[in-house]
């Protein structure tokens, strides 16, 4: 079956350290894999889409990975801070289809 | 990418009766609009594919009698939750497409509560 899996544990670091978030997949062949931020009772917010031919992508302090024959991507966030405390989550369209597909998010707190 | 708006942002009804959420997208003509359902402490899930001038395609387990989707123009589209339980109280999102290059633009959601 297909599942797309993300750290449920929150991820507890402190201001100024880097933040990696994993996510994997399997019984998919994206084209493109995309990370969202939530905050609670908001709609998600696109953050980066990276596709199948690329290995990196950043922006400012984000960086994400994506290694198709791990069916892997980690998201960075380096020096991170309070505010980037919210749950993040990875998205991902299946052959032919536009609709995303999400996990369950990782929720990430940044202690002051 | 794409501005979203969604109405109302909560919503409180009676079982029994019918509540419509209105997505529209502002600045950006949407032949598709995607509703999401999103249970707490849980990830979204994809309720149905809206088309501009044609039925929905459901997804499988998605009652079409229930949730009646409509998309009668190309910045709006409606989900009715028709006879609403108490089960079917949680958090209705859309989204909006511009293209892979920008990934998906999200409305702020409805929380629906059915009493």
């Known amino acids: 079956s297909q599942k797309i899996e993300q750290n449920s544990e929150a991820l507890n670091i402190q201001e100024g350290k880097t933040a990696t978030l994993t996510c994997n997949y399997t019984?998919?062949?994206?084209?493109?894999l995309q990370w969202y931020r939530q905050d609670p009772g908001r709609g998600p917010v696109f953050l980066l889409l990276i596709r199948e031919n690329e290995k990196e992508k950043r922006k400012e302090r984000l960086k994400v990975t994506f290694d198709t024959t791990l069916k892997q991507s980690l998201f960075h966030i380096t020096a991170s801070q309070p505010a980037d405390s919210a749950t993040y989550l990875c998205?991902?369209?299946?052959?032919?289809?536009?609709?995303?597909?999400f996990g369950s998010g990782t929720r990430l707190q940044v202690q002051p | 990418g794409a501005v979203v708006s969604q109405h109302p942002s909560r919503v409180i009804c009676k079982s029994g009766t019918s509540v419509k959420i209105e997505c529209r997208s502002l600045d950006f003509q949407a032949t598709t609009m995607f509703w999401y359902r999103q249970f707490p402490k849980q990830s979204l899930m994809l309720m149905a594919t809206s088309n501009e001038g044609s039925k929905a395609t459901y997804e499988q387990g998605v009652e079409k009698d229930k949730f009646l989707i409509n998309h009668a123009s190309l910045t709006l589209s409606t989900l009715t939750v028709t006879s609403a339980h108490p089960e079917d109280s949680s958090f209705y999102i859309c989204?909006?497409?511009?293209?892979?290059?920008?990934?998906?633009?999200f409305g702020s959601g409805t929380r629906l509560t059915v009493v």
């Open positions: 989204s909006v497409g511009q293209g892979a290059n920008y990934g998906y633009t």
């Open positions: 019984n998919y062949s994206p084209a493109y």
């Open positions: 998205a991902l369209s299946d052959t032919g289809r536009r609709a995303l597909t």
